[in-house]
Nanobody, 115 residues
């Protein structure tokens, strides 16, 4: 089992920045990739960013060039640096961790972008 705890969401003005953190615990040795997804009201959950255990990354088209995902393997923590935030970035952000057996999800953290 893997447990994921997210932090760092909140209210930010358009153009501002936030950093999300996701700490994994439990059977973390089995994790081969971690990432962030988001879901806005009335929309499907979508990929924001993903990082493999080898450090390879991929991003959703809507956030390329503005968001950066990174991983501290020693701390079993993944970060999402979000810059130049837009109102359309407002959503609940979910941390995700993949093992060979299943996918795990955090409880979500709200990001609100508003003036």
């Amino acid at each position: 089992q893997v447990q994921l705890v997210e932090s760092g969401g909140g209210l930010v003005q358009p153009g501002g920045s936030l950093r999300l953190s996701c700490a994994a615990s439990g059977s973390t040795i089995r994790i081969y990739a971690m990432g962030w997804y988001r879901q806005a009201p009335g929309k499907q959950r979508e990929l924001v960013a993903r990082i493999s255990d080898g450090g390879g990354t991929n991003y959703g088209d809507a956030v390329k060039g503005r968001f950066t995902i990174s991983r501290d393997s020693a701390k079993n923590t993944v970060y999402l640096q979000m810059n130049s935030l837009k109102p359309e970035d407002m959503a609940v952000y979910y941390c995700n961790a993949n093992t060979a057996i299943r996918s795990y999800w955090g409880q979500g953290t709200q990001v609100t972008v508003s003036s």
